[in-house]
């Protein structure tokens, strides 16, 4: 074993020391056990333990990957297609840590493993991300690896599932504005509200515009009614957005 191996089965021994303890006071704090059902919702990145007799609780999650059963394989949900950005975020820290670190594993997509190669990664994301917890569930040969980074109150859940929004075609997502022109068109520019990055918990909605609009826009001096009607707002979800800026940000 080399060296740098060694101070890699050293480092997961430490993790996982310090996460079992925190996992036992999770499940002993909120009672983990005594909820029947649970959910989630990438689209919110929430997940939701649900008793029969009415109690909630809600917990912001990140996906941190999943474990094949049929090909033995681990698979960070940075290098899944299917695990949409909002519940990675964060993940590239451990990346990061893998690289600095020389701990390839933690940087690399694809990895051969065992039974246990699930929660040894998974502990170490918890420990760096400082996660409330951890939760793995089984999806037909995968099991599934989440942490909680933090606990939200029935009033910021709420909050939350106000912004999910449907779309055909990633199903749901959260709800963010574009103008009328970038639904449909591509290279005609992205000006943005505030700079977005899917990877980064924004403060407020996305809202972007395309050139013709921000040319209005400086005309009038504001956004009021005028320019407004001109860029007539629509409604589109987190992930159809950034496919949009993805195809404005250059022009014809
Ligand atoms: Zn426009
Ligand atoms: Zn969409």
């Not at 993790?15 to 056990?33: R, T, V």
Request: aromatic content about 16%; some cysteine; overall charge negative.
């Amino acid at each position: 074993m080399s060296g740098t191996q060694q101070t890699f089965e050293n480092y997961k021994d430490s993790c996982f020391e310090e996460m079992s303890s925190l996992q036992d006071a999770f499940m002993a704090m909120y009672d983990i056990n005594s909820y029947e059902n649970w959910f989630y919702d990438h689209a919110i990145g929430v997940f939701n333990f649900k008793s029969d007799d009415g109690r909630n609780l809600y917990f912001k999650y990140v996906d941190v990957g999943s474990f094949s059963t049929a090909s033995n394989t681990w698979n960070w949900s940075w290098n899944n297609e299917s695990t949409p950005y909002n519940v990675q975020r964060g993940i590239e820290k451990v990346k990061s840590f893998g690289e600095t670190h020389g701990f390839g594993q933690l940087a690399k997509g694809l990895i051969d493993g065992d039974e246990y190669t699930g929660w040894d990664f998974t502990v170490i994301t918890a420990k760096l991300l400082s996660a409330l917890g951890m939760y793995r569930f089984p999806h037909e040969h995968l099991f599934n690896y989440f942490i909680f980074t933090s606990e939200l109150n029935d009033d910021e859940y709420n909050v939350l599932k106000d912004k999910l929004i449907e779309c055909d075609r990633h199903e749901s997502g959260t709800i963010a504005f574009v103008c009328k022109h970038l639904i449909s068109n591509d290279n005609i520019g992205f000006h943005e509200a505030f700079q977005s990055n899917p990877l980064i918990e924004p403060d407020d909605d996305y809202q972007a515009w395309c050139d013709e609009c921000e040319v209005e826009r400086l005309k009038e001096g504001e956004w009021n009614d005028k320019s407004m009607a001109f860029s007539d707002i629509k409604l589109v979800c987190d992930q159809c957005y950034f496919e949009i800026k993805e195809r404005n940000q250059t022009h014809n």
